[in-house]
């Protein structure tokens, strides 16, 4: 895993948090909510893909299928 990785999730993270908050503060919570939702799923696909490459690694290593 690369020092990467962590620093797009903590920018999107960040990102998300003071976006949510600027919208919070204009009475805009259904679109704060929104955006916070997207802010998750776009982080879970950048894990769930570095899963399935854990899982290829894994299969590679102990010469599974």
């Keep these: 895993m690369s020092v990467d990785v962590i620093f797009k999730i903590a920018t ?3 990102l998300i948090t003071v976006i949510c ?3 919070k503060k204009s009475d805009r919570d259904d679109i704060a909510t929104l955006v916070s939702l997207a802010g998750l799923i776009i982080v879970l696909t950048l894990v769930i893909g570095m899963i399935a490459d854990l899982f290829d690694s894994i299969k590679n290593i102990f010469n599974l299928y």
């Design 12 to 14: 999107i993270g960040i």
């Design 21 to 23: 908050q600027i919208l």
